[in-house]
């Protein structure tokens, strides 16, 4: 091989080398320009889609707020009445005014004042409460509020992250979210209605503020948790779907109008522990004149109502939402060894407790 032979050989290689280096340098410019021409926006969606909690909370918080007033029964004087405060929380209804909270919140306290979440103060001007469910509405003069959505019937499922927005312990920190994850449904604990149960963290003040689900709606009213040494992060809160017909009925008549059995009943051990269970509820009074010209007495057991099982004051209480005083209903019993059926015209007041002795409680309808 000749000298040029070997010139051009290595000129060739040289060639080849800088082909390389150009070819790497050509491919690495539009890597560095694609990353540095990322849309900071899109990196903030794909935060938010990865989290959207910070979107939810942004969403809804302005549609919570804080309620606080003087302790019922509190002294009127002196310096440290100033200090006699309790508080809860609420949720916007409609743009002009109107926040369901828990009963036991409004009732607690006397000069019940509303603070939004942009720090505006409203004095409570009327409210109406139900504490069978722990539901009430009240009323503040204010316009152009941001209404909460609730959700759905059946639209809550277990393991679903949840976020709680309220005032824990002091009202100084009200709108404050946690979260967590639905832990059940449909929760017999002490209460006239089944809850939900979620983990997120829940403390005094919490009381009437919203669990809310990742589409951003209510799915439930904060009401109680249970509270004690060693147990952590059990709450619970009153389905929208209770909500809505509780605040249904006070809107429309002031009040809840339940059907009433007119029996007092109780409940089999069973489900007191809440054991599966179907054992009957047994009659200890026949206490309205309806129950007992329906042949009721003291001793028979109730097994179903119109075909509805029902082994809980519970489970009466849920099925009679759809039902209303002066309606006539068939229950299934055990009377004196026989399976019976007995026609029963419902009265009204306490679903399993009849306030109503005399003989009118047959003759009762309400629209």
Same mark, same amino acid.
């Given at each position: 091989?000749?000298?040029?032979?070997?010139?051009? *050989?290595?000129?060739?290689?040289?060639?080849?080398?800088?082909?390389?280096?150009?070819?790497?340098?050509?491919?690495?410019?539009?890597?560095?320009?694609?990353?540095?021409?990322?849309?900071?926006?899109?990196?903030?969606?794909?935060?938010?889609?990865?989290?959207?909690?910070?979107?939810?909370?942004?969403?809804?918080?302005?549609?919570?707020?804080?309620?606080?007033?003087?302790?019922?029964?509190?002294? *009127?004087?002196?310096?440290?009445?100033?200090?006699?405060?309790?508080?809860?929380?609420?949720?916007?209804?409609?743009?002009?005014?109107?926040?369901?909270?828990?009963?036991?919140?409004?009732?607690?306290?006397?000069?019940?004042?509303?603070?939004?979440?942009?720090?505006?103060?409203?004095?409570?001007?009327?409210?109406?409460?139900?504490?069978?469910?722990?539901?009430?509405?009240?009323?503040?003069?204010?316009?152009?509020?941001?209404?909460?959505?609730?959700?759905?019937?059946?639209?809550?499922?277990?393991?679903?992250?949840?976020?709680?927005?309220?005032?824990?312990?002091?009202?100084?920190?009200? *709108?404050?979210?946690?979260?967590?994850?639905?832990?059940?449904?449909?929760?017999?604990?002490?209460?006239?209605?089944?809850?939900?149960?979620?983990?997120?963290?829940?403390?005094?003040?919490?009381?009437?503020?919203?669990?809310?689900?990742?589409?951003?709606?209510?799915?439930?009213?904060?009401?109680?948790?249970?509270?004690?040494?060693?147990?952590?992060?059990?709450?619970?809160?009153?389905?929208?779907?209770?909500?809505?017909?509780?605040?249904?009925?006070?809107?429309?008549?002031?009040?809840?109008?339940?059907?009433?059995?007119?029996?007092?009943?109780?409940?089999?051990?069973?489900?007191?522990?809440?054991?599966?269970?179907?054992?009957?509820?047994?009659?200890?009074?026949?206490?309205?004149?309806?129950?007992?010209?329906?042949?009721?007495?003291?001793?028979?057991?109730?097994?179903?109502?119109?075909?509805?099982?029902?082994?809980?004051?519970?489970?009466?209480?849920?099925?009679?939402?759809?039902?209303?005083?002066? #309606?006539?209903? #068939?229950?299934?019993?055990?009377?004196?060894?026989?399976?019976?059926?007995?026609?029963?015209?419902?009265?009204?007041?306490?679903?399993?407790?009849?306030?109503?002795?005399?003989?009118?409680?047959?003759?009762?309808?309400?629209?």
């Amino acid at each position: 091989m000749g000298r040029f032979s070997m010139m051009r *050989n290595k000129a060739s290689r040289l060639l080849l080398c800088g082909l390389a280096v150009g070819l790497a340098l050509s491919l690495s410019v539009p890597v560095s320009a694609a990353a540095a021409s990322v849309n900071p926006s899109s990196k903030k969606a794909e935060l938010q889609a990865a989290d959207p909690v910070p979107q939810i909370y942004a969403r809804v918080s302005p549609s919570v707020v804080g309620i606080i007033g003087k302790a019922q029964g509190g002294k *009127n004087t002196g310096l440290d009445n100033r200090y006699n405060l309790v508080h809860g929380s609420g949720v916007i209804l409609t743009s002009g005014g109107w926040i369901v909270t828990n009963a036991h919140v409004i009732k607690s306290m006397q000069k019940a004042t509303v603070v939004t979440s942009d720090g505006k103060s409203y004095s409570v001007t009327d409210y109406y409460a139900d504490e069978l469910s722990d539901i009430a509405i009240l009323k503040i003069n204010a316009a152009h509020l941001k209404p909460a959505s609730l959700a759905g019937a059946s639209s809550v499922k277990v393991g679903e992250k949840v976020v709680a927005i309220g005032a824990p312990l002091s009202f100084a920190l009200r *709108n404050s979210a946690t979260v967590g994850v639905v832990s059940g449904s449909g929760r017999v604990v002490d209460a006239s209605y089944r809850l939900l149960q979620s983990d997120a963290a829940i403390n005094p003040g919490n009381s009437g503020g919203p669990l809310v689900d990742m589409n951003g709606k209510v799915i439930g009213i904060v009401s109680m948790k249970y509270s004690a040494v060693g147990v952590d992060n059990t709450g619970f809160a009153i389905p929208a779907e209770t909500v809505r017909y509780i605040i249904k009925q006070l809107f429309t008549y002031g009040e809840v109008r339940r059907p009433s059995l007119g029996l007092e009943l109780q409940q089999s051990w069973s489900a007191i522990v809440g054991l599966p269970a179907e054992d009957p509820l047994t009659v200890t009074k026949a206490v309205s004149a309806a129950a007992r010209k329906a042949g009721i007495a003291e001793g028979d057991e109730l097994y179903s109502i119109d075909g509805h099982r029902v082994t809980s004051a519970v489970d009466i209480n849920e099925l009679f939402k759809s039902y209303r005083p002066g #309606q006539t209903v #068939q229950l299934l019993m055990q009377s004196g060894g026989d399976i019976v059926q007995r026609k029963l015209v419902l009265g009204e007041g306490d679903p399993i407790v009849g306030t109503d002795d005399g003989g009118s409680a047959d003759d009762k309808t309400e629209e």
